[in-house]
């Protein structure tokens, strides 16, 4: 039990529920209402979208100061970071993307850095941030933005809609929607084959269709599960009571390669999708 743990009245699996409860605002009856969203799918997750925007403005700060006071001179501890990262990135784009485009190394760069700071979240102790929120009346705090399937989902879904965008813009509406229905199995249009080739078009565009939806389904429950089953063993560990510092501290250790590896697959992972969009099959 959680009361024999130091978590107050709380039982273990209520303490558990608590650290997995966003904190949510949704209308009902014309009315915005707190925390009274169980099945609402218009709620919003008030917790994860302020975290996921701080961190995204954290990581404009940190690159738009070096990039200001850039020196070649004399470069600070930040510029070097700021350029270490920066060159690690434009070179697995370089390996990946032979294209011409402007946006796919800083698209890359931003997904990696934003998505490694939420990522990063996890390894601040479960229980230090919910228990500031609610010394100010905040009942409910999740900090791990990717440990929310809308944010992941929703990271996504941007990148679906640029793999659309790129695929129609380089092949154009008849190469893209010829690469859905006569690829894999390019159906004959001559002779007795013909009759045939509408079942082999509808057969195509049946495994096309499931790869293209496959890509953002993969790239967020990927990075969702993995970051879900970090922060739940984190919580577990936090049940231990003042025995958990010295696990806390080695899964805190191992954590921050997954914390990395998954920000690293997900902007990999982008980049593949984006190149295969635009190459000519």
Not at 75 to 103: C, M, N, Y
Not at 104 to 126: E, G, K, Q, Y
Request: hydrophobic share 55%; net charge neutral.
């Amino acid at each position: 039990m959680a009361t024999e743990d130091g978590h107050g009245a709380q039982t273990s699996g209520e303490y558990i529920a608590h650290h997995l409860q966003n904190l949510q605002v949704c209308k009902v009856d014309d009315a915005w209402v707190w925390n009274q969203c169980a099945g609402n799918p218009m709620a919003v997750n008030v917790d994860s979208m302020f975290f996921s925007v701080f961190l995204g403005l954290l990581f404009v700060l940190m690159f738009r100061g070096p990039a200001k006071k850039a020196s070649s001179k004399k470069p600070g501890k930040l510029q070097a970071f700021v350029e270490i990262v920066i060159e690690f990135v434009d070179s697995s784009v370089k390996d990946t993307f032979h294209g011409k485009s402007r946006l796919i190394a800083p698209l890359a760069l931003t997904i990696f850095v934003w998505v490694f700071l939420m990522n990063l979240m996890d390894l601040i102790p479960v229980d230090w941030l919910p228990m500031a929120g609610a010394a100010v009346g905040i009942p409910y705090l999740k900090v791990v933005p990717t440990t929310d399937v809308n944010i992941t989902f929703g990271m996504s879904i941007a990148v679906f809609f640029l793999v659309l965008f790129y695929s129609i813009r380089s092949k154009g509406i008849v190469g893209f929607i010829g690469e859905l229905t006569l690829h894999p199995i390019a159906p004959s249009f001559k002779g007795p084959a013909i009759i045939a080739a509408p079942f082999i078009i509808a057969f195509n565009f049946i495994l096309e269709s499931v790869a293209l939806l496959a890509k953002p389904l993969s790239l967020s429950l990927r990075l969702f599960g993995n970051m879900f089953a970090g922060e739940l063993i984190f919580i577990l560990i936090a049940l231990l009571g003042v025995w958990q510092l010295p696990l806390h501290f080695g899964w805190a250790v191992f954590h921050i390669l997954i914390v990395t590896l998954q920000a690293f697959i997900f902007m990999m992972l982008t980049v593949v999708y984006l190149t295969l969009a635009m190459e000519e099959h």
